[in-house]
């Protein structure tokens, strides 16, 4: 295996400000000084689980270690999308099946009124989710291979996932259909570095697009100089999900990371 890529999201699919996720391509090699950084902060600091949050709050007793870790070679790719982009698209029924479930009356069931808008409500809402992991997710997954991968041998890399928001089998399914073969959901990300990082790139990137904290400072000082390609014409990174529908205003937001 020459690649491991470490994913980890941040913010709601379909609520909130933004949906992202980081994406970490990181050598075995380079990946086992990761490992032994993070075991050590962890060991320092008694936390069970490196996160975002969890760095900030002891970032004075770990200030070493984290220039160290921003100092092995590594890539980050951000993938981004917002959710109302997609609640307008259902609203403007660009989605034939919800107009079809939509439509479903109350003499059509056998249950009654009340019992027919909870099923309908139900099937609406598990459609709406399916939809945003096919087409958004989908995006955000195809886009990020594409940058981070190319012609690379699908043996020769391995993505590593953390407990998505969707059936772990209906995510490694839209994997798949991206061309992703060697895919491993991990259920315990306390117990995997490479998801730790990718929770830390995702939650300093989500807090400077919210302009809160001192997550901007922590993006130049560590973050930035391990973008991948962030002039790329093809793939530009941050990766805005479905470019167009974000407005002049929004994409201007998003360029304070250059």
């Given at each position: 295996?020459?690649?491991?890529?470490?994913?980890?999201?941040?913010?709601?699919?379909?609520?909130?400000?933004?949906?992202?996720?980081?994406?970490?391509?990181?050598?075995?090699?380079?990946?086992?000084?990761l490992?032994k950084?993070?075991?050590?902060?962890?060991?320092?600091?008694?936390?069970?689980?490196?996160?975002?949050?969890?760095?900030?709050?002891?970032?004075?007793?770990?200030?070493n270690?984290?220039?160290?870790?921003?100092?092995?070679?590594?890539?980050?790719?951000i993938?981004?999308?917002?959710?109302?982009?997609?609640?307008?698209?259902?609203?403007?029924?660009?989605?034939?099946?919800?107009?079809?479930?939509?439509?479903i009356?109350?003499?059509?069931?056998?249950?009654?009124?009340?019992?027919?808008?909870?099923?309908?409500?139900?099937?609406?809402?598990?459609?709406?989710?399916?939809?945003?992991?096919?087409?958004?997710?989908?995006?955000?997954?195809?886009?990020?291979?594409?940058?981070?991968?190319?012609?690379?041998?699908?043996?020769?890399?391995?993505?590593?996932?953390?407990?998505?928001?969707?059936?772990?089998?209906?995510?490694?399914?839209?994997?798949?259909?991206?061309?992703?073969?060697?895919?491993?959901?991990?259920?315990?990300?306390?117990?995997?570095?490479?998801?730790?990082?990718?929770?830390?790139?995702?939650?300093?990137?989500?807090?400077?697009?919210?302009?809160?904290g001192?997550?901007?400072e922590?993006?130049?000082?560590?973050?930035?100089?391990?973008?991948?390609?962030?002039?790329?014409?093809t793939?530009?990174?941050?990766?805005?999900?479905?470019?167009?529908?974000?407005?002049?205003?929004?994409?201007?937001?998003?360029?304070?990371?250059?």
């Open positions: 295996m020459d690649y491991l890529i470490f994913t980890d999201e941040s913010g709601s699919w379909n609520e909130g400000d933004f949906y992202l996720r980081s994406w970490v391509k990181i050598t075995p090699r380079s990946y086992e000084m490992r950084d993070i075991i050590f902060i962890k060991h320092e600091t008694g936390i069970r689980e490196l996160k975002w949050k969890s760095l900030i709050n002891n970032i004075n007793k770990i200030q270690t984290i220039v160290s870790i921003f100092k092995i070679d590594f890539n980050i790719f993938t981004i999308s917002m959710p109302h982009h997609f609640q307008n698209r259902l609203w403007n029924n660009k989605y034939n099946i919800l107009k079809t479930l939509q439509h009356k109350s003499e059509q069931s056998t249950g009654g009124e009340q019992f027919t808008e909870a099923i309908k409500n139900k099937i609406i809402s598990a459609a709406q989710h399916t939809i945003f992991y096919s087409f958004f997710e989908k995006q955000h997954i195809e886009n990020a291979n594409k940058a981070l991968i190319n012609d690379i041998p699908s043996e020769s890399y391995q993505y590593i996932v953390d407990t998505p928001q969707c059936l772990d089998k209906d995510w490694a399914k839209i994997a798949n259909e991206c061309g992703i073969v060697n895919i491993k959901i991990e259920k315990k990300s306390g117990k995997v570095s490479g998801i730790e990082l990718a929770d830390i790139i995702a939650g300093c990137i989500h807090e400077y697009l919210r302009g809160e001192k997550a901007g922590y993006y130049k000082n560590y973050i930035k100089d391990k973008m991948l390609d962030m002039c790329s014409k793939f530009p990174n941050p990766n805005l999900i479905f470019f167009h529908d974000f407005s002049t205003d929004e994409k201007k937001k998003v360029a304070i990371f250059r």
